[in-house]
């Protein structure tokens, strides 16, 4: 009687175990892909809000005023008849006077 109460026993502790498992690592799984989901869903929603962008800017680039615009400031093309003027930076001088003092004669 007594080592059939611990086989009882030992079954009982047996079928809890494996029950435990194979609800526990399911759910953990469940849970880590419940996570990953979350995050590439919002990756997804930033890849689509900057295609959306990139888009708008395609689209903005496509009119021929943008398209003056950049080949006028980028890449300095004039329309015919038209005559371009570069206009120098000065030039650094080499003497620097200060007032009130003469510069040194040599």
């Excluded at 059939?4 to 690592?25: D, E, H, N, P």
């Excluded at 395609?58 to 008849?81: D, F």
């Amino acid at each position: 009687m007594i080592r059939r109460s611990r086989v009882v026993k030992i079954l009982i502790a047996l079928v809890g175990i494996t029950v435990y498992l194979l609800a526990v690592f399911p759910a953990r799984s469940y849970l880590i892909q419940r996570g990953q989901v979350k995050n590439t869903i919002s990756q997804v929603r930033a890849v689509e809000k900057s295609n959306q962008v990139l888009q708008e800017k395609i689209n903005s680039m496509n009119s021929p005023s943008e398209i003056e615009t950049i080949a006028r400031s980028q890449y300095g093309l004039v329309k015919p008849g038209e005559k371009a003027f570069v206009v120098l930076p000065p030039t650094a001088s080499t003497t620097t006077t200060i007032p009130g003092k003469s510069s040194p004669s040599k």
